[in-house]
């Protein structure tokens, strides 16, 4: 399989998925588990709360890697990934400096909104030669010979 071929395939596939808004998550999730830097040790010391600051970001991760996955429940999924994100706030480094939070939130919210059957979107310089063309239909008048008796 060549190159082309397989970036192919991966745009048909990646086109039938809320593949952005996955991503998103994925690497909100991974950008909060980075900026947690205590050790695992200190981590069940300090309890419950220090937990959740790695359960968070890692259900995050786990959320966006479903809506890849599997983009029939993405609605279920993005809710809760939503909620996991603004949980962040709370327990995990104001949600990695607010930067994992942002890009979780927005993540979630393309899944959301995410449409599986639309119709593909046609570049503004089609539309333009569409309304060209239609204009110039309009602009040279009836056929030769329209009206009259055959």
């Known amino acids: 399989m060549t190159f082309t071929q397989w970036r192919d395939r991966f745009r048909g596939w990646r086109g039938h998925r809320p593949f952005a808004g996955g991503v998103l998550l994925v690497l909100g999730g991974a950008e909060i588990l980075v900026t947690m830097k205590a050790p695992l040790p200190v981590i069940l010391h300090v309890g419950m709360q220090g937990l959740a600051g790695y359960l968070l970001p890692t259900l ?7 809506i890849i996955f599997n983009p029939t429940q993405r609605l279920f ?11 962040t706030w709370l327990t995990s480094n104001i949600g990695g400096f607010v930067i ?44 030769p010979g329209a009206g009259e008796p055959a």
Request: one cysteine or more; charged letters at 20%; hydrophobic letters at 40%.
């Open 60 to 66: 995050m991760v786990l959320c966006g890697l479903l």
């Open 77 to 87: 999924y993005s809710i809760i990934a939503i909620l996991l994100s603004l949980g």
């Open 100 to 143: 994992g939070l942002l890009m979780g939130a927005v993540g979630s919210s393309l899944s959301f909104g995410w449409l599986p059957d639309q119709e593909p979107r046609q570049s503004r310089r089609q539309r333009g030669k569409e309304t060209r063309t239609a204009e110039s239909v309009r602009q040279d008048g009836p056929l």
